[in-house]
Nanobody
């Protein structure tokens, strides 16, 4: 069984910064990627940023230049550093991972965390 646990959300003023962390635990064999999504009230969940096993990253246009994503492979942790936050960044942020478990290495599955609230106040 695999679990993803996010932390680091909270209330911040416009222009402020937050650093989200997501720790993956359980019988993990390998990662294909780890990613952050977000969902604002009344909107669809959208990709914020993604980092592959090779270290390549992609970001939504709305966060390019403000957000960075990094990982600590030894700790099975991915981070989302968010700078210059705007009110439109307010959302629940979800951690997502595509990974293979020890018991089933032939195929990767998607796993999701419970989410962490980020609120940017003006």
């Amino acid at each position: 069984q695999v679990q993803l646990a996010e932390s680091g959300g909270g209330l911040v003023q416009v222009g402020g910064s937050l650093n989200l962390a997501c720790v993956a635990s359980g019988s993990i064999f390998s990662f294909n990627y780890m990613a952050w999504y977000r969902q604002a009230p009344g909107k669809q969940r959208e990709l914020v940023g993604k980092i592959t096993s090779g270290g390549s990253t992609v970001f939504a246009d709305s966060v390019k230049g403000r957000f960075t994503i990094s990982r600590n492979n030894t700790k099975n942790t991915v981070y989302l550093q968010m700078n210059d936050l705007k009110p439109e960044d307010t959302a629940v942020y979800y951690c997502n991972a595509g990974l293979r478990t020890i018991s089933y290495t032939s195929r990767a599955y998607d796993y999701w965390g419970q989410g962490t609230q980020v609120t940017v106040s003006s």
